[in-house]
């Protein structure tokens, strides 16, 4: 089956730039979503279409893609930026979803 | 606004069945796909099954395959999700989520109902 793969945790001091990567066979064909879940909350969306933010997103979250890696970038990042994040994205056929394995982000 | 409310969750024993449902609201039901996506205790997040607005469609992760059933009541505006043979390893937070009728993409989550499988 399909899988999006990501790194485990990432750590950055409050400010500085947080990168978050996600690989994927199917990437260069598909669009990369990506979901913030802070602790005993549902998620949320924060990136669609590998770049776009959803309004009411703060600007410091983007979003790119190149061949097989989408990358969630967090511009200064905040204190409460710290959570997990999930990218998505579907199968080449496109009718199952798949998430990455999440990646915990600490801002400290 | 856009809510999204789960319920039907509790304890049951392997080998049982459990039906989840998940109340809509604020938008038009019948014209949206549904997922249901779940979260193991301390684990990542799970895609689980799909079903198209009309409810034509439906498509399930292969861990559920011939388990769980994905169905919609839109005189109800309510999703299901009919869980049979149950395992342990089906002991998760259960979320459903509006599909965005694009790409697969979730843009509304319930807050989510825990179901936990054990003797």
Same mark, same amino acid.
């Given at each position: 089956s399909y899988e999006l793969t990501q790194p485990p945790s990432v750590s950055v001091s409050p400010g500085q730039t947080a990168r978050i990567t996600?690989?994927?066979? !199917?990437l260069p064909k598909k669009y990369g979503y990506w979901y913030q879940q802070k602790s005993g909350q549902a998620p949320v969306l924060v990136i669609y279409e590998d770049s776009k933010r959803p309004s009411g997103i703060? #600007?410091?979250f *983007?979003? *790119?893609s190149s061949g097989t890696m989408a990358t969630l970038t967090i511009s200064g990042a905040q204190v409460e930026? #710290? !959570?997990d994040y999930y990218c998505y994205s579907t199968d080449s056929i496109?009718?199952?979803g798949v998430f990455g394995g999440g990646t915990k982000l600490t801002v400290l | 606004q856009v809510q999204l409310v789960e319920s039907g969750g509790?304890?049951?024993q392997p080998g049982r069945s459990l039906r989840l449902s998940c109340a809509a609201s604020g938008f038009t039901f019948s014209t949206y796909g549904m997922h249901w996506v779940r979260q193991a205790p301390g684990k990542g997040l799970?895609?689980?099954a799909v079903i198209s607005y009309d409810g034509s469609n439906k498509y399930y992760a292969d861990s559920v395959k011939g388990r769980f059933t994905i169905s919609r009541d839109d005189s109800k505006n309510t999703l299901y999700l009919q869980m049979n043979s149950?395992?342990?390893e089906d002991t998760a937070v259960y979320y459903c989520a509006k599909d965005s009728n694009y790409d697969m993409m979730m843009d509304v989550w319930g807050q989510g109902t825990t179901v936990t499988v054990s003797s």
């Open positions: 996600c690989s994927g066979d !199917a703060p #600007e410091r *983007s979003g *790119s930026d #710290e !959570a496109g009718n199952h | 509790g304890v049951v799970e895609w689980v149950l395992r342990a």
